[in-house]
């Protein structure tokens, strides 16, 4: 396995946590902005990698008239002045294997949406591409089963990471094992934790549910069980976002979560050593 992870002109080992945050989906270019800004001001304040995040296309929503994000080419576009001007590494999820061509010219890491992935031709394809690789686990997987997906990108790049989300449980419902982090540690590749996703109620009506109340519990077990980093998605008025508006925190929340999270993940580093 590879001791170290590429996220653009960073190099990550073991000992800096990895942030995975940002907006659902780039709803306009200036707000996507002072989001970056204001996650890697907090970021650097505490010594961690963060990674921003921000879909250009939604392509699983609920309703075919569910706002999807700007496209590829105009959300590469902001993206890229995202990292121009905040200088941070960026992320976006892509769907196939030729938007993973086409977006790996711009993004430094690719994300596998949790639904795709057991997509073998995407996974090898974004592999391919050389640049890191954040897969999704499925909700409808075991986490042992990763394995395969896994050895499916190790093959071409073992610049991988792994993001656990929950699973499914009965109708419109996620439940998250603890245990699944520990099991998906034994793979080598960083674990990271999706705390905002993982508290979806998906389906059920025009759009998914979300029990939003429930992100901190959550992230701060997932700290104690021992991850490498955490996912947040993040905005200054969620009951107003274009997506995900029951799930995400509060952007003026998450440097106080962060703050427990990284105590306990401290704590528990420390106990291991």
């Not at 396995?1 to 590429?6: K, L, Q, S, V, Y």
């Not at 650097?44 to 921003?52: A, D, H, S, T, Y």
């Not at 995407?122 to 890191?132: D, E, H, Q, V």
């Not at 042992?144 to 109708?171: H, P």
Request: charged share 25%; with cysteine.
């Amino acid at each position: 396995m590879a001791e170290t992870i590429r996220l653009g002109s960073e190099t990550v080992g073991k000992d800096r946590f990895i942030f995975i945050a940002g907006p659902c989906v780039i709803e306009n270019e200036e707000q996507t902005l002072a989001i970056a800004r204001t996650l890697a001001d907090l970021s650097r304040e505490r010594g961690v990698l963060l990674v921003f995040k921000a879909s250009y296309d939604k392509a699983n929503r609920s309703s075919l008239d569910s706002y999807r994000g700007p496209g590829l080419q105009e959300g590469m576009r902001i993206l890229q002045r995202v990292r121009a001007e905040v200088k941070i590494p960026i992320l976006s999820d892509v769907h196939s294997p030729e938007e993973a061509e086409a977006a790996a010219e711009y993004l430094d890491c690719l994300q596998i949406p949790a639904f795709l992935s057991r997509q073998t031709e995407l996974l090898t394809s974004a592999a391919k591409t050389g640049k890191a690789v954040n897969i999704k686990k499925g909700q409808f997987m075991a986490p042992q089963d990763m394995g395969r997906a896994l050895e499916k990108m190790a093959a071409y790049n073992e610049n991988i990471l792994v993001t656990e989300r929950g699973y499914s449980f009965g109708y419109n419902n996620l439940v998250v094992d603890m245990r699944s982090l520990a099991i998906l540690r034994r793979f080598g590749y960083p674990v990271i934790f999706d705390a905002t996703h993982s508290v979806q109620l998906p389906g059920g009506g025009e759009q998914s549910g979300g029990e939003r109340e429930f992100v901190p519990v959550l992230a701060r077990a997932a700290a104690g069980a021992g991850i490498d980093g955490m996912f947040m998605e993040t905005h200054p008025e969620p009951s107003v976002a274009l997506s995900d508006s029951a799930t995400m925190m509060k952007l003026d929340e998450v440097a106080k979560l962060l703050d427990v999270i990284l105590t306990i993940h401290r704590a528990v580093k420390a106990q291991a050593a």
